[in-house]
């Protein structure tokens, strides 16, 4: 599975930005997820989808209410709308895929990762 992620750029604090992901194949059965790494910092759940027992979506507490994450199976692209943005929020930011399904909230439990989009939000 390849994915590329794009979208990333400059924003300004309050800002929006939405990420893209493709896919290079149908993910309607994958766990598709979005995490980001500060410099020094571990990597980060952000939010995922889940298809265990039909689709649902799960989110960190950080970006609930600023972040959604939505798929299109025909386009084979998995988005990640963020809203609010703040200086904190800059990073770079990874789709994965779970071949599991389940959307999960480790990132050692995705096999499949992009390689990354810069987002840097200024004050």
């Known amino acids: 599975v390849l994915l590329a992620e794009s979208g990333g750029g400059l924003v300004q604090a309050g800002g929006s930005l939405t990420l893209s992901c493709a896919v290079s194949?149908?993910?309607?059965?994958?766990?598709m997820g979005w995490f980001r790494q500060a410099p020094g910092r571990e990597r980060e759940f952000l939010a995922a989808?889940?298809?265990?027992?039909?689709?649902?979506?799960n989110y960190a507490d950080s970006v609930r209410d600023r972040f959604a994450i939505s798929g299109d199976n025909v386009k084979n692209i998995v988005y990640l709308q963020m809203t609010s943005l703040k200086p904190g929020d800059t990073a770079v930011y990874y789709c994965a895929a779970d071949l599991s399904g389940l959307g999960s909230v480790r990132a050692t439990d995705y096999a499949w990762w992009g390689q990354g989009t810069q987002v840097t939000v200024s004050m």
């Open positions: 194949e149908d993910f309607s059965n994958y766990g």
């Open positions: 989808i889940d298809r265990s027992r039909g689709v649902k979506t």
